[in-house]
């Protein structure tokens, strides 16, 4: 997922790129909430999902882990 990941993420967030997996995307400074909405139209679009409100929550989206395990969760199959 990692490198799925990277392909189609880090060309519109380029300072994602050698980010710490783990580490807080907001206390990293590493997104604004702008870019952050940005980052879950590019995900929706990339991996044709729909991602529900209620779903864009820390536990899913606080950190590029936890967004790969997110959507490795919707996965068809």
Do not use: Y
Not at 50 to 64: K, R, V
């Amino acid at each position: 997922m990692q490198a799925e990941f990277e392909a189609h993420v880090f060309p519109h967030f380029p300072k994602l790129r050698g980010a710490d997996w783990d580490a807080n995307l907001f206390e990293a400074d590493l997104l604004t909430s702008i870019q952050f909405i940005s980052l879950v139209t590019c995900i929706e679009e990339a991996w044709g999902i729909e991602i529900d409100d209620d779903e864009i929550t820390a536990e899913n989206f606080s950190s590029l882990s936890r967004i790969a395990a997110f959507l490795e969760s919707r996965r068809p199959g």
